[in-house]
């Protein structure tokens, strides 16, 4: 599959922007900036995908440190896995913040904590810079097509300078309030995700049991109340068994922890969602660690 599909690109003034973490998710997405007429500037841990990144995508450049990468951007964005690996990028001496120009916005669509988000608000704000969460959601697809659902938290005036541009690989850029909310807006959206799937996939089992076409019965319900983008999306390839694409049950798994720590901390009650990230930890026991969250359904089969 190539790293980025056509898209029609919404103009822009063109922008130096930097982009940090070339995974599945951020090399695509780096990828449509370029499309766009962004000059571009990309840092990876493994510097190899910076090196394929420059080759694909000329006039493109690399850095061998974040700090580097960043040094003439205007807007810098990231992609990474965790909080962990967030703050090794953005802090240090040779973390982005130590090399952003002054007024420069840095932009996180790592899925992280909401502490962290706000922790590098403040480190932003003391540098004289400008942080803004913005977690997607559309997963893989979502990034090459460059239809990711992209959900902030930050300055209404970061947000504003920053949207026109990530509208690259965006359908939808929308500021949800402040530092944090971005964060918390994609763990509700998790939330639905586990509930959905857990459902999906009983549904499917009891009619594959009861002996139904279950084919037949995804394309009738799919016209009425049971319909979903799980459904339309999930829902077949779930009857065939295949569960190698899409968005992994170990990244699901770490969202969920994320979700269910936030919830300790402001007192949501997740019984529902709390008993599908165990039954995600029953599919990692399986060995589905890399499968598709739609193999929850493995359980019951």
């Not at 940090?20 to 449509?32: I, K, N, R, T």
């Not at 001496?93 to 952003?100: E, P, R, S």
């Not at 504003?160 to 509208?167: F, H, I, S, W």
């Not at 944090?180 to 459902?199: D, E, H, P, R």
Request: charged share 20%; hydrophobic share 45%; proline share 3%.
């Amino acid at each position: 599959m190539p790293s980025t599909n056509a898209k029609t690109y919404e103009p822009a003034p063109s922008r130096q922007v930097a982009f940090l973490g070339l995974g599945v998710m951020g090399y695509p997405m780096a990828g449509h900036l370029s499309l766009a007429g962004h000059t571009v500037s990309v840092y990876n841990r493994t510097a190899a995908k910076s090196v394929a990144f420059r080759e694909e995508f000329k006039g493109s450049t690399h850095g061998l440190t974040p700090k580097a990468a960043v040094a003439d951007a205007d807007i810098v964005f990231c992609c990474v896995g965790n909080d962990d690996d967030l703050r090794s990028v953005v802090l240090g001496a040779d973390g982005a913040l130590a090399g952003m120009k002054p007024a420069a916005i840095l932009v996180d669509h790592t899925t992280a904590s909401a502490d962290v988000a706000r922790e590098l608000y403040a480190a932003a704000k003391k540098a004289g810079l400008q942080f803004v969460d913005a977690p997607v959601s559309g997963g893989q697809a979502g990034a090459q097509n460059g239809a990711l659902t992209v959900m902030c938290g930050g300055d209404a005036a970061a947000f504003d300078v920053v949207k026109p541009v990530g509208m690259a690989f965006s359908k939808a850029f929308t500021l949800m309030g402040e530092s944090g909310a971005g964060q918390l807006t994609k763990m509700v959206n998790q939330i639905c995700i586990a509930g959905l799937v857990q459902g999906l996939s009983e549904a499917v089992a009891f009619g594959q049991k009861a002996g139904l076409d279950m084919n037949q019965v995804l394309d009738v319900i799919g016209k009425g109340a049971a319909q979903s983008w799980q459904l339309d999306n999930r829902g077949k390839t779930m009857v065939e068994g295949k569960f190698d694409f899409g968005f992994a049950v170990d990244w699901m798994r770490k969202d969920l922890g994320l979700v269910l720590d936030e919830a300790k901390r402001n007192g949501a009650r997740l019984p529902v969602t709390a008993l599908v990230d165990q039954f995600y930890a029953d599919v990692q026991a399986m060995g589905g660690q890399r499968w598709d969250t739609s193999s929850l359904i493995k359980r019951l089969v």
